[in-house]
């Protein structure tokens, strides 16, 4: 998989000060409340994974599976929920955690859609944040780092679900996607 990145973009060094720094960061945020995160599979497992343990008061998990990709490099803009949420979010201060926000689409689709379901709060945490790819207006709450519109592999993010395993994020090489 090494041999098809362009460049490290976020080296595991990097990501681990990005979730700790987040981690405190919504520890003070959500002090007093129980926030519920809401991961965005598959991306958001390694991310996930690492944040929760530097967020230190007590929270719960659930998941939610949304596609608007459709196996290309490029946002199709049209967001299917593949897999729901099993409980209610009524109530529930939520946090959604993503690995990367570009077109915006996704995160203005779901965070409307929490709020219509009667959470108390939805706010958003990404890992990675491209400004420039943005075709609706979203701006996401906590940002680990903002990137440049690259197509980019590892740490969750994928193509063609390949390459979520690389430890860092990188940008894949044109040619793999060319071919
Ligand atoms: P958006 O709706 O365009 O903001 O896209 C959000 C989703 O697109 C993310 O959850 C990723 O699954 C995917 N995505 C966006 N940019 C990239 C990238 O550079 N590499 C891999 N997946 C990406």
């Known amino acids: 998989m090494h041999k098809d990145i362009a460049?490290?973009?976020?080296?595991?060094?990097?990501?681990?000060?990005?979730?700790v720094k987040l981690g405190e960061e919504l520890t003070?945020?959500?002090?007093g409340k129980t926030p519920l995160l809401v991961g965005?599979?598959?991306?958001?497992?390694?991310?996930?994974?690492q944040l929760i343990k530097h967020i230190k008061i007590?929270?719960?998990m659930q998941f939610m599976a949304v596609s608007s990709y459709h196996g290309g490099i490029a946002s199709t803009g049209d967001v299917k929920i593949k897999y729901d949420l099993d409980h209610s979010v009524a109530g529930r201060d939520v946090l959604i955690v993503?690995?990367?926000?570009?077109?915006?689409?996704?995160?203005?689709?779901?965070?409307?859609?929490?709020?219509?379901?009667?959470?108390?709060?939805?706010?958003?945490?990404?890992?990675?944040?491209?400004?420039e790819g943005r075709k609706v207006t979203f701006i996401p709450d906590y940002i680990g780092k903002t990137i440049p519109k690259k197509f980019v592999?590892?740490?969750?993010?994928?193509?063609?679900?390949?390459y979520r395993n690389l430890p860092y994020v990188g940008v894949l090489k044109p040619e793999v996607y060319e071919k």
């Open 153 to 162: 592999v590892g740490y969750g993010l994928d193509y063609q679900e390949r």
């Open 98 to 131: 993503e690995d990367i926000v570009d077109t915006g689409s996704t995160l203005k689709v779901i965070t409307e859609l929490l709020k219509y379901r009667g959470a108390k709060s939805v706010k958003v945490v990404t890992l990675l944040d491209k400004p």
């Open 7 to 19: 460049e490290i973009l976020v080296s595991e060094a990097e990501i681990e000060d990005i979730c």
């Open 28 to 31: 003070k945020a959500y002090e």
């Open 40 to 49: 965005l599979l598959n991306g958001c497992i390694p991310f996930m994974a």
């Open 58 to 60: 007590p929270m719960e």
